[in-house]
């Protein structure tokens, strides 16, 4: 369970200073990925040497999360360490480096409905110097009505059971949905569904 939040346990511990934890956590996520062959331990775990890395490797790492994060299907956690990356870039005054990072991770969390995370991704990049475009997230990710029903009710915490109740489905049918939710939107867990903004 501990390893589907990776990348936010070892964001937090990084910048909480800790660099104990996040240096434990990356090693544990490389010897699971080496062992069950999984290119996104392997990226979080390389995301989290680079977070700690000095200078001279920092880029090194970066680059080798998102190699191995282009071998996973998880476009949320690669859009994460494509901004990771860019905000290393724009505070190490690669400006111009920066801003193709930057923009892959804001147009993944644009096209996935997580507002927050766009927010971020725009604020760095017009930190960077370069003016975000605004796009139009609505018809970005087709969802059926009750793909959206039931994954607004999931999102507010209700178990599938619950929201098969309040839609009059079946939890089968719940269940069906959200996979279909998941799916179409890359993600791998309730915590990322639940972080983004489905209109």
């Avoid at 964001?11 to 290119?39: I, K, N």
């Avoid at 920092?58 to 282009?70: K, L, N, P, T, V």
């Avoid at 959200?178 to 983004?196: Q, T, Y």
Wanted: charged letters at 30%; glycine letters at 6%.
């Amino acid at each position: 369970m501990t390893r589907l939040a990776a990348l936010d346990r070892i964001e937090a511990a990084a910048r909480a200073e800790r660099a104990d934890l996040a240096r434990d956590w990356s090693a544990e996520l490389r010897q699971f990925g080496a062992a069950v062959e999984s290119g996104w331990a392997r990226a979080a775990a390389a995301y989290g040497r680079a977070l700690l890395s000095a200078d001279a490797h920092a880029s090194e790492q970066f680059e080798q999360a998102i190699q191995q994060a282009g071998t996973a299907a998880r476009r949320f956690d690669r859009a994460r360490i494509h901004l990771g990356y860019g905000e290393y870039l724009r505070r190490a005054r690669r400006r111009v480096d920066a801003r193709a990072h930057l923009r892959t991770a804001l147009d993944v969390f644009e096209d996935l409905g997580a507002a927050r995370w766009a927010t971020r991704a725009a604020q760095e990049l017009r930190a960077s110097g370069e003016t975000a475009r605004r796009r139009d997230v609505t018809t970005a990710t087709q969802l059926t009505a009750q793909e959206r029903q039931a994954a607004t009710l999931v999102r507010q915490g209700l178990s599938n059971r619950d929201a098969a109740a309040q839609l009059f489905l079946s939890p089968r049918t719940v269940d069906f949905h959200l996979r279909n939710v998941f799916s179409k939107l890359g993600l791998s867990s309730r915590a990322e569904l639940a972080a983004l903004q489905l209109g």
